[in-house]
């Protein structure tokens, strides 16, 4: 038995080249149908939905969407996104909108568009932005509705500057609704936060002024490498013959690359009084000179974030609805990412549609008197004219504090 010769293996030469050929021809039709979506007209436009600006103050507008039904809602939102960014991401495309979305449900919605600061804006603080900027859009809102509060929702960092406005002035706000909003920065839970405590902001504000949005944005990425570098790049060569697939990867990448610089000042206190020493968890935070204290937040609160959320997670958000004076609080976890929660089709049949059930369920007006109204629209209307045509002065408190 040990002396039997066993036959060489045939090698199927035939059916290996015949497979060759059967995938080269493959690659070459996809290769061809993959050129002619490249090369042809592609729809990648983001934002479309139409608004007006109403309102502006330096380089700060107010947008007030075109209402595509009738108002439902008493009490108009106003959104305020980050710094970070642009809340184009809201508007992204329709059927992935979340402003579509509201407004098909019949909110009056109102958003701030922070636009992008240059050199002059370096000084510009958190007070600025807070106690300057988002008050007048708030106050240009009441009056023009004759309402003595407005809902506020915040996206990310625009939700903390929420959180402060609604606690240094709970009498203009109706409802708050934070989303992926950091609030408590005493975790290490993601890379950002344990970045953040080693940070010097002083050395990085001293030496750029404004802090680069490209700087910021590549600092993202490295926080997930891997996910955001590589394997979204593959993703994109295996699916650049599928039209709506090279679309939708185009407008996310307008987004993400859309990143204005953030004024250095503003950075400079955010890192320092935020990430490194988590005053406003402990209601320890000053801005514009008065103590943010979170139990002055006594209106309704709802707080969405993100189960799988790599720059503010669940830890950084959820001690919020414990820590404020509101008696009506409400933690949303969904199981989604940071841009997840506004961009995917899971999320958006719940994200939006559910802010529109909670706002109409606490939707009674409180207005101002019949006497008063006329008197407050005209001067508010005066009052924006002007700020508008003076929009190319900086902030005076600004630049006092970076002379």
């Known amino acids: 038995m040990w002396g ?32 002619d979506v490249l090369l042809g007209p592609l729809d990648s436009k983001i934002a479309e939905t139409p608004y007006t600006v109403v309102c502006q103050e330096d380089r700060v507008k107010l947008k ?21 960014n642009r809340e184009t991401m809201l508007d992204l ?18 958003m701030i568009d922070w636009g992008y600061p240059t050199r002059k804006d370096r000084f510009l603080t958190i007070d600025d932005h807070v106690n300057g900027y988002m008050d007048t859009m708030v106050d240009f809102i009441r009056q023009k509705h004759n309402l003595k509060k407005i809902n506020l929702m915040g996206i990310c960092m625009g939700g903390t500057f929420c ?13 708050l609704i934070t989303t992926v909003t950091p609030t408590n920065f005493d975790t290490d839970k993601g890379l950002l936060h344990v970045w953040m405590k080693a940070v010097d902001p002083d050395r990085l504000t001293d030496t750029f002024g404004n802090i680069s949005g490209d700087v910021m944005n590549f600092g993202f990425l490295l926080l ?58 402990q209601s320890k935070l000053e801005v514009g000179g008065k103590r943010v204290d979170l139990k002055n937040v006594s209106m309704p609160l709802i707080n969405f974030y993100g189960k799988y959320d790599h720059l503010v997670p669940p830890q ?53 008197t019949r006497k008063k109204k006329s008197t407050a629209t005209k001067k508010s209307t005066t009052k924006a004219a002007k700020k508008t045509k003076s929009s190319q002065r900086p902030r005076k408190r600004a630049r006092r504090s970076g002379q």
């Not at 010769?5 to 039709?29: C, N, Q, T, Y």
């Not at 007030?64 to 970070?84: C, E, F, M, R």
């Not at 993703?235 to 709506?244: L, R, T, Y």
């Open 4 to 35: 039997v010769v066993m036959d060489e293996p045939k090698v199927p030469v035939d059916l290996i080249l015949s497979k060759l050929v059967e995938d080269a021809d493959k690659a070459r039709a996809r290769a061809q149908r993959a050129s």
């Open 163 to 175: 959180v402060i406005y609604s606690a240094l002035n709970p009498g203009k706000i109706k409802n």
């Open 224 to 281: 997930n490498p891997a996910r955001l570098m590589i394997d979204k790049y593959v993703g994109f060569f295996e699916n650049m013959d599928n039209k709506k697939f090279v679309e939708n990867f185009i407008r996310m990448e307008k987004w993400i690359f859309d990143s204005p610089d953030l004024p250095g000042e503003t950075f400079r206190q955010f890192i320092k009084d935020f990430y490194q020493k988590n005053l406003l968890i």
């Open 93 to 110: 495309q329709p059927g992935r909108s979340v402003v579509e979305t509201l407004l098909e449900h019949g909110v009056d919605l109102y």
């Open 64 to 84: 007030h969407y075109v209402p595509v039904t009738d108002i439902k809602y008493k009490t108009p939102l106003l959104v305020v996104y980050a710094l970070i």
């Open 316 to 368: 950084a958000c959820e001690l919020l609805t414990s820590r404020v004076g509101s008696q009506d609080t409400t933690d949303v976890c969904l199981e989604t990412g940071h841009i997840g929660i506004y961009v995917s089709s899971k999320c958006q049949a719940e994200f939006a549609p559910r802010i529109a059930v909670w706002l109409a369920e606490r939707d009674a007006p409180e207005q101002k």
